[in-house]
């Protein structure tokens, strides 16, 4: 288990009476950067949700760098974690949204301070000074006083990159982070998260940019109806797709 | 444009009505705009429409955090407060206040159920008609506030919370640094409109007596017989303080529309 980054054990979680994982087992290595495919409605988003625990599992388990999330082991029986104690884990986990959900009423800058002032108290100076680092990463230096309403779509996701950065957590993950762009903007956003990644982070990326998960993913899930059809490194699994289900997905988007 | 023709005379000819008129005594609606009776009572109504929003607002909110929140008891006792004092009477809740001592005579601080009190007043001199009016208007308006501010809050998009869940930050935190925010861009308009109404609406405490500027006008007509100069001296007061806080409205929704 040490050797994972983020473990996740047979996770089933359902809504009503539809059964939206049924049994889903990953692990990510450190440093690693898995990229979830599949059909809309097929569990990949709920199955990132499951790991900071915007969902709650139904059974079985999520790791993230050992520490088991959501719940205390307590003689063999889970105990749901207080409040405050799920927002410490939180803190490890970076997220970035479909829809980017940046808070309209903060500038740029201040969205990227928001996470480190309010959570863990940085003073101002220090955390200003990260923002603007982490806004500079990302190619937005110049942006920082803008309010979201004022930046592109692409330009928006950039900063809410910055801002999940600036929690300096363990994984990212990126809930279709480019489905929502202009296909002009989409290149921008994918190399920022190129840089991520070979800047070694751990990421958990659902995505539809096949180009993306051939050059900076490290391994391919397929996901449909609740489980991981086929995995595998991307490149065999995108040229060389070994079930029907696989197939037929690959052929449409590709 | 013959319809603007047709206004602008009518407004004209309404004018030289008014202003001609012999039974309206400019001299007295001159006169009193500036008495110290009136200048009291101007004051008390000021004092009655800016505590009982603050406290009103305080309650609204409040009521609409626990409306919203996962617990049925909570839910249950903010629902039960918003059905009770939308659903009576402004005019019979004052009266009702007012008149709180023929249920409790006496009113303290102590162990409910019957334990011993440690302070205790009796009713008839804790509710003048000044606690009485503030009581009957801050509840009242808490119960319309709290439908405003929950309308308010539901109109943030959920992925805010979301985003600022996935950062780690706390309940209490989100709602104040993240949602509460965003809901004053649709809480701040009809909060305006109820200032402005709660502006008008203190005159009704005149019926408990209540000293605010329609009360001392009416005891100073029933005085001096001067009726409608008084009414006039009254009206203008309230426009003044109605336009004043209209501007203040503006100002306001300007600021919180920041980013929009």
Known sequence: MATSMVKIESVRKRFGRLEVLRGV??????????????????????????????????SGRVWVDGELIGFSEKAGKLHHLRPEELCGQRQEIGMVFQRFHLFPHMTALENVMEGPRTVKGVARQESRRQALALLDRVGLADRAGHYPSQLSGGQQQRVAIARSLAMNPKVMLFDEPTSALDPELVQEVLQVMRDLAASGMTMIVVTHEMGFAREAGDHLVFIDDGVIVEEGPPREVLSNPRHDRTRAFLGQVL | MVAAAVAALVMVWLAYTIIVNPNLHWDVIVGFLLDGRILGGLW?????????????????????????????????????YTWFFRGTPLLVQLIFWFNIGLVFPEIGIGIPFGGPMFLQWPANELITPFTAALLGLTINEGAYMAEIVRAGIRSVDPGQREAAESLGMRHRQILRRIVLPQAMRVIIPPTGNQFISMLKTTSMVSVISGAELLTVSQRIYLDNFEVIALLVVASTWYLLLTSVATVGQRFLERRFSRGH
């Open chain 1, 25 to 58: 087992s990953l692990d990510v290595a450190p440093g690693g950067v898995v990229c979830v495919v599949g059909p809309s409605g097929s569990g990949k988003s709920t199955l990132l949700r499951c790991v900071n625990r915007l969902e709650t599992i139904d």
């Open chain 2, 44 to 80: 008390i109504t000021i004092a009655l429409t800016a505590l009982s929003m603050v406290i009103g607002v305080a309650l609204g909110v409040t009521a609409a955090v626990m409306q919203l929140s996962d617990s049925p008891v909570l839910r249950g006792a903010a629902g039960l």
